[in-house]
């Protein structure tokens, strides 16, 4: 229930920073002003001896995150790939979140394999050791198939993760909507629509069927790139709350020193990480949503490996190609164009003054042009245009949270390897190829065709339209010269759906 309740539960988050001593390396981290010091300080202080313990063995930040459940994790795994944000040294700590937590016993993970699959795991495996990984919804175990002699990987969800991850949405929900009551200027950004949509997301990563799905999914979409693998699910051993798939060995992204070592080109493989990212967003629109470097290896083929499918994204052929015109917009510094594209796509209200719109959207772009990318953070560029489309009405729009959140998570895994990269440039040649893909002469003739098709489905129905329109010009109420079925208008567009009607049947 999203109720007062909840209260207790933000003012425990605080009071467990302020006890683990995880509130002034936060507040230093983040580079809080000083006002927001003085006021954290003076709120959570006195709920000090409130605060949950957590294991003092562990660093502050980990003790408090850890402590505090899979909820901050979560969040802690999204920092760890932003030492631009954090910091390299809290960086590095917060990579033990992604897949180096506490397992739970390998006689719980059994029994819950064995009720999920309706097996004897000893019958069906000859080896299903202790687990290899343990996340912050699951734990992994390297196992091999009796029959078979495959080793595998076997997911298995921590006992009762559902009901711990759902109670903290709910404070979730609840800070949300305490804001649009109370700040009202906030409802722009829509803040109870990204929490549904953040709920909607761990929902389905809390049923391991909808992984084994996308994992399948994004397999075939992705089965000629080159460089580029993902494991094969096996069905057969997989159900809601247990996933079963193709163990691939290789090199975690989270060692560098290991990276390096296999004598990888560092620059090539930061760059192939973030093409094959947007290749797949643009052309594909279907990404993999969680690519932090505890869901990624090196294989002994130089191929990047991608796994852990529980959180994937989605943006429908529109979105994209508008997604990408504002892209390659900015790498042609036509800021014009980029505040066109808002504005056809209803991103920006009408009412706004496009041409003050593109002036300060320059103000965005030109800082990342013609200069070392150690200097250009991305979190303070995304505060800029933040900023920028707050002064003019932009709303949130809860299908690109997610592209937008794993651009920054890429671009600092991709930035551990190559710290001089630029995401910009690399960006440059995949946005180009997919606006000439879908904006160019081919892609109008594949919009004709399509269209076309869809008008054909209404073959057999033609008969029954063509006589509603007749007796409906007929009527004599309508005034000569002003029936709607005769118009210039109507003639033009017949013809042109006939013409499309004829290629395609040619």
């Not at 605060?51 to 850890?66: C, F, S, V, Y």
């Not at 700040?183 to 709920?199: D, G």
């Not at 990212?277 to 052309?283: D, E, V």
């Amino acid at each position: 229930m999203r109720g007062p309740h909840n209260i207790w539960r933000l003012i425990r988050t605080g009071a467990t920073f302020e006890r683990s001593g995880a509130m002034q390396i936060a507040l230093d981290a983040l580079d809080a002003p000083k006002s927001l010091r003085i006021a954290a300080r003076v709120i959570v202080w006195p709920f000090r001896w409130l605060g949950l313990k957590g294991d003092p063995t562990q660093p502050p930040i980990l003790r408090a995150l850890t402590a505090l459940g899979p909820a901050y994790i979560k969040f802690g795994q999204l920092m760890s790939t932003r030492p631009d944000v954090v910091g390299d040294a809290l960086a590095d700590e917060l990579k033990v979140l992604q897949d180096s937590l506490p397992a739970f016993p390998l006689d719980v993970a059994i029994a819950e394999v064995e009720k999920e699959l309706n097996i004897k795991v000893s019958d069906v495996f000859s080896e299903f050791p202790e687990a290899i990984a343990a996340a912050s919804l699951a734990q992994v175990h390297k196992a091999v198939i009796r029959e078979t002699g495959q080793t595998v990987a076997v997911k298995v969800l921590r006992p009762g993760i559902e009901k711990a991850f759902m109670r903290d949405v709910d404070a979730f929900h609840f800070v949300a909507r305490f804001i649009e009551i109370f700040a009202p200027f906030s409802r722009r950004l829509k803040p109870t629509a990204v929490i549904e949509h953040f709920q909607g997301i761990v929902e389905a990563e809390l049923d391991l069927r909808m992984e084994a799905s996308a994992g399948d999914e994004f397999a075939a979409n992705t089965k000629d790139d080159k460089g580029f693998t993902v494991p094969a699910m096996l069905w057969p051993l997989s159900a809601r709350r247990v996933m079963t798939s193709e163990w691939v060995e290789g090199v975690p992204l989270g060692d560098v020193d290991a990276i390096l070592a296999t004598g990888i080109d560092p620059v090539e493989f930061s760059q192939r990480i973030i093409q094959l990212f947007l290749r797949h967003a643009l052309r594909d629109g279907f990404f993999h949503g969680d690519m932090h470097q505890g869901n990624l290896k090196l294989n002994k083929d130089g191929d990047l490996v991608a796994f852990d499918f529980g959180i994937m994204g989605r943006i429908d052929a529109h979105t994209r190609r508008a997604y990408a015109e504002i892209l390659f917009g900015f790498l042609k510094k036509d800021y014009r164009r980029v505040a066109e594209v808002h504005f056809e796509a209803g991103y920006i209200p009408a009412d706004q003054n496009v041409e003050e719109f593109a002036q300060a959207l320059r103000a965005v772009g030109e800082p990342i042009f013609g200069q070392d990318a150690n200097n250009i953070s991305m979190a303070r560029l995304l505060s800029h245009l933040f900023d920028v489309t707050e002064r003019f009405g932009m709303e949130t729009r809860t299908e690109l949270i997610l592209l937008q959140r794993t651009m920054v998570v890429v671009e600092g895994v991709a930035r551990t390897l190559d710290p001089a990269m630029n995401m910009w440039e690399v960006s440059h040649p995949v946005v180009e190829g997919y606006i000439r893909d879908t904006l160019g002469p081919k892609a109008v003739m594949r919009d004709l065709v399509a269209t076309a098709r869809v008008l054909a489905r209404f073959g057999p129905q033609l008969p029954q339209i063509a006589e509603r329109a007749l007796l409906k010009a007929s009527q004599p109420d309508i005034a000569p010269g002003k029936n709607p079925w005769f118009s210039w208008q109507s003639i033009v567009l017949g013809g042109t759906i006939g013409a499309i009607v004829v290629l395609v049947l040619r």
